[in-house]
T-cell receptor
Framework: EAQVTQNPRYLITVTGKKLTVTCSQNMNHEYMSWYRQDPGLGLRQIYYSMNVEVTDKGDVPEGYKVSRKEKRNFPLILESPSPNQTSLYFC????????????FGNGTRLTVT | AQKVTQAQTEISVVEKEDVTLDCVYETRDTTYYLFWYKQPPSGELVFLIRRNSFDEQNEISGRYSWNFQKSTSSFNFTITASQVVDSAVYFCALAGGATNKLIFGTGTLLAVQP
């Protein structure tokens, strides 16, 4: 089944404790992206990757890192999480052109206390 | 700058009512694409439809229909004879050629009461 898989689904952590949210897609998509969803703000792009070893900042990259060493994986790293990073995170991928629909993972709800 | 506005934060209707979700967009691109996504209470994001800026034909899919009007920069979504299963947050989004991201509106929460 074609899908984008994120783990974990739920995560509660404390300020400053490094964490990684994994994202993997099995559709051979070149483009992958991370979004965060907050009430009243919709979804905002954090980082995106056009292909392996090619990443770039989105609208809200501060406090996040990403890497794209393999085509299928695009982990999101929070090296020192803070409470304002409490949010619902989505990984997404698409087949190529900017007008292709995004395929989303099921989301990761992160709480930082 | 690109922007998507969904002015309706929440809408509540009774089952079988028709409901229209509004979406207004801003872009300087001449070629762009508009999308609607559905987020049911389970949380996943489900793609519903994509339209390009050169195709202003209305689209109908079962109880769903979409009205794209470039003159008013709007891409509205109508659900006919709403059902409880339509309860969800609906997002309108815009993709233009100049950026590599999908720009989302803030979403409209639709609650369909039995």
């Amino acid at each position: 089944e074609a899908q984008v898989t994120q783990n974990p689904r739920y995560l509660i952590t404390v300020t400053g404790k490094k964490l990684t949210v994994t994202c993997s897609q099995n559709m051979n998509h070149e483009y992958m992206s991370w979004y965060r969803q907050d009430p009243g703000l919709g979804l905002r792009q954090i980082y995106y990757s056009m292909n392996v070893e090619v990443t770039d900042k989105g609208d809200v990259p501060e406090g996040y890192k990403v890497s794209r060493k393999e085509k299928r994986n695009f982990p999101l790293i929070l090296e020192s999480p803070s409470p304002n990073q409490t949010s619902l995170y989505f990984c997404a991928s698409r087949v190529g052109p900017y007008y292709s629909p995004l395929h989303f993972g099921n989301g990761t709800r992160l709480t930082v206390t | 700058a690109q922007k998507v506005t969904q002015a309706q934060t929440e809408i509540s209707v009774v089952e079988k009512e028709d409901v229209t979700l509004d979406c207004v967009y801003e872009t300087r691109d001449t070629t762009y694409y508009l999308f609607w996504y559905k987020q049911p209470p389970s949380g996943e994001l489900v793609f519903l439809i994509r339209r390009n800026s050169f195709d202003e034909q209305n689209e109908i899919s079962g109880r769903y229909s979409w009205n794209f009007q470039k003159s008013t920069s709007s891409f509205n979504f109508t659900i006919t004879a709403s059902q409880v299963v339509d309860s969800a947050v609906y997002f309108c989004a815009l993709a233009g050629g100049a950026t590599n991201k999908l720009i989302f509106g803030t979403g409209t929460l639709l609650a369909v009461q039995p």
